[in-house]
């Protein structure tokens, strides 16, 4: 589990197909990091399988590199990281699992005084469970849904801190994002289509 707030920026330092899937080195600026912990690597939750001096290494299977764009990864390729929730931490952003439900695609950016309003065109069934003012995470951080300007757009506002401290700050149009729509919207939608399914139908 996660909160969506960004505590460093990692560089990719290694990128090695293994077999159908991939190996990642990536450094980090963590010095504690142990195999088997759970790191996102923007927002895709990851289990650390070796580690190194100053860097940690992942393994993304087949089905996260259809899911997400880590294949697109590159040595020097700049990562947004966050280390798992433990017991007790502050809870700063929302509840993120790190499962990526698809990949969102920038397709406008405004600059107004004090922000950066930033237009992602997500999946139509994204769309569906996100509403103004709730929550949603792109590329690991967890943002307020701005506005809904289009029927598959979602808007978010970027403080000038949050440019600075991810990698939202540097997209150019057209660059693709992981979006993890909101937990809560997912579980309402489900129930709903659970609870219609095996409604009493009329004989």
Request: aromatic share 4%.
């Amino acid at each position: 589990m996660f909160t969506g707030i960004i505590t460093g920026f990692g560089s990719v330092a290694a990128a090695e197909a293994d077999g159908d899937g991939l190996k990642l080195t990536i450094e980090a600026p963590y010095a504690d990091v142990v195999p088997g912990e759970s790191i996102a690597v923007n927002g895709a939750c990851l289990t650390v399988v070796d580690t190194g001096p100053g860097t940690f290494s992942v393994e993304v299977v087949v089905t996260t590199r259809q899911r997400t764009t880590l294949s697109d990864l590159g040595v020097g390729s700049v990562v947004n990281l966050e280390r798992a929730l433990a017991v007790g931490d502050r809870m700063g952003g929302h509840f993120v699992q790190g499962h990526v439900d698809g990949v969102g695609e920038l397709v406008r950016v405004a600059r107004t005084a004090d922000a950066l309003l930033l237009d992602f065109r997500v999946p139509a069934d994204i769309w569906a469970v996100t509403v103004p003012q709730g929550s949603i995470t792109f590329d690991g951080v967890s943002l307020t849904v701005n506005a809904l300007p289009e029927s598959d757009v979602v808007q978010v506002s970027i403080i000038p801190y949050t440019a600075e401290q991810t990698t939202l700050g540097s997209l150019k149009i057209g660059d693709r994002v992981h979006v993890e729509s909101d937990m809560i919207g997912k579980m309402v939608q489900r129930l709903l289509e659970v609870g219609s399914d095996s409604a009493p139908r009329p004989s």
